[in-house]
Nanobody, 121 residues
Framework: QVQLVESGGGLVQPGGSLRLSCAPSGSIFSINAMGWYRQAPGKQRELVARIMSGGSTNYADSVKGRFTISRDNAKNTVTLQMNSLKPEDTAVYYC???????????????WGKGTLVTVSS
């Protein structure tokens, strides 16, 4: 069974930076889109940033200019560099990937368990 494993969450002061990383735990055939979503207490899960296999990206308006998503296709990893963090960025961040486990399977949507990011002084 493939799982997405996240790392890099924690507590940071406003204006600080954090870096989140994610990679699948098992072997896979290919990954199409990879991205990060977040869910703050009492709110719905929302897209933060997404990157396609060709490198095209899209970001939530609230993080444009502060967050950067990147991926290493050779290592099947996705990274979210978060700068100038604000208290409103506090949330559980979830890694997401659309991937194929084998060449003969259809793409499936996979989620990590989430990593908590807390921005507070």
């Amino acid at each position: 069974q493939v799982q997405l494993v996240e790392s890099g969450g924690g507590l940071v002061q406003p204006g600080g930076s954090l870096r989140l990383s994610c990679a699948p735990s098992g072997s896979i055939f290919s990954i199409n889109a990879m991205g990060w979503y977040r869910q703050a207490p009492g709110k719905q899960r929302e897209l933060v940033a997404r990157i396609m296999s060709g490198g095209s990206t899209n970001y939530a308006d609230s993080v444009k200019g502060r967050f950067t998503i990147s991926r290493d296709n050779a290592k099947n990893t996705v990274t979210l560099q978060m700068n100038s963090l604000k208290p409103e960025d506090t949330a559980v961040y979830y890694c997401n990937a659309e991937l194929r486990r084998y060449a003969y399977t259809n793409p499936g949507n996979y989620w990590g368990k989430g990593t908590l990011v807390t921005v507070s002084s």
